[in-house]
């Protein structure tokens, strides 16, 4: 008994120091992707207890917190029901339910779990970051500042927030706000992840290959790596064409986490490059199994449909789904509208002008001469 209480005091604080080291959604995964087998004995540790104590709620959380750091969210998120089921009071289960829905890409869901723990009295900091990042992920960027404001308030220098208020910046449209917060951030902590994805990613956005490439080496010189930094990475190389090498950034990411939609997406736009449709075909649907409302993944697909495997009517159901996770995606909407245009004047009947009318014509020509 004594082990059994050692052993979950010891996951208990493991899980309370990946938050207090870093209390990002990001930080949170980042902290501990490279502690898999230790996470992984774990799991089998609480799957033991919970077989002894199948009605306790406490277990079930710490299980579902431990598959937050092994990228499993759908079992996350059944363990994070399973203990509010047993005990539905208690703010941090809420909040377990929340992350599990933010990672699977519900986010009208997280906000809802994040305000029942709000209700609840539950306090945390991470709390914030996935209010805010969850709006921010709606596109409600006037929402997430108004969040992010309040909370600042509590701890005005929050990294985390200060990340997501630059995200919020982002989607206003605001790009140089944003990247001015990320570089003060990393003044601050010259080895956040988030901050040099992002001022990467941007260079990338930009076509300034020298600034990616010198903030990428920076990084590296600062030892610091993200599944974010080798995707952004990644892209760089691919712009390069090569290939090959950015096929094997994409793939190692996905290994690490399925879950990560944007990879799929480069890897499914890779393979088009490489015209293997079908290929990138295979690479998107595997995607969308792990990320089904990744409307950036519909798009990808429907135009792999379209444009090379000339399946329009597939194409045409693939653009519509993206417009159902967000009726105000642009990009889909275009391609939808060119495949319709298209398709009308692909099918439309013939303009017939009459051999009539022009001997009509030549004949009162000739009357009139």
């Not at 597939?314 to 993206?322: F, H, I």
Request: charged share 30%.
């Amino acid at each position: 008994m004594q082990r059994y209480v050692f052993f979950l005091f010891t996951i208990f604080l493991t899980i309370s120091g990946c938050q207090e080291e870093d209390d990002s959604l990001d930080g949170l995964v980042d902290a501990s992707s490279h502690e898999g087998e230790f996470y992984e004995k774990q799991v089998k540790f609480l799957n033991k207890a919970i077989r002894s104590d199948k009605r306790n709620p406490r277990l079930y959380y710490l299980k579902g917190n431990v598959e937050i750091s092994l990228h499993a969210y759908a079992s996350a998120l059944e363990n994070a029901e399973h203990a509010i089921k047993l005990d539905s009071i208690e703010g941090r289960y809420y909040f377990l339910e929340g992350q599990a829905h933010y990672y699977l890409n519900n986010f009208r869901r997280a906000l809802s779990s994040g305000t029942k723990a709000i209700k609840l009295k539950y306090k945390n900091p991470s709390l914030n970051i996935l209010m805010a990042d969850a709006y921010n992920n709606l596109g409600k960027a006037d929402s997430a500042l108004l969040f992010i404001e309040e909370s600042e308030k509590a701890t005005p220098n929050s990294i985390p927030l200060q990340k997501a208020k630059a995200k919020s910046f982002e989607l206003k449209g605001d790009k140089m706000s944003a990247m001015a917060l990320y570089k003060k951030i990393l003044s601050v902590k010259p080895t956040d992840t988030v901050a040099y994805a992002q001022l990467i990613h941007y260079e990338v956005e930009q076509k300034n290959e020298e600034g990616a490439k010198l903030l990428i080496t920076q990084a590296n010189e600062n030892e610091v790596s993200s599944l974010d930094i080798q995707l952004y990475q990644g892209q760089l190389i691919m712009g390069e064409s090569y290939f090959d090498s950015a096929e094997v950034i994409f793939e190692n990411i996905l290994t690490v986490n399925p879950s990560k939609w944007e990879a799929s997406r480069q890897l499914g736009k890779l393979k088009r490059k490489k015209n293997l449709p079908l290929e990138a075909k295979k690479v998107l649907l595997e995607g969308l199994k792990h990320t089904p409302n990744a409307k950036q993944l519909w798009y990808e697909l429907g135009l792999t449909e379209q444009y090379m495997l000339r399946d329009y009517g597939e194409a045409r159901k693939d653009y519509e789904k993206a417009l159902e996770i967000d009726p105000a995606y642009l990009d889909a909407r275009r391609a939808l509208n060119n495949l319709r245009a298209y398709l009308r004047k692909l099918y439309a009947p013939p303009v017939t002008t009459t051999e009539e009318q022009t001997e009509d014509t030549g004949e009162n020509t000739s009357s009139e001469e």
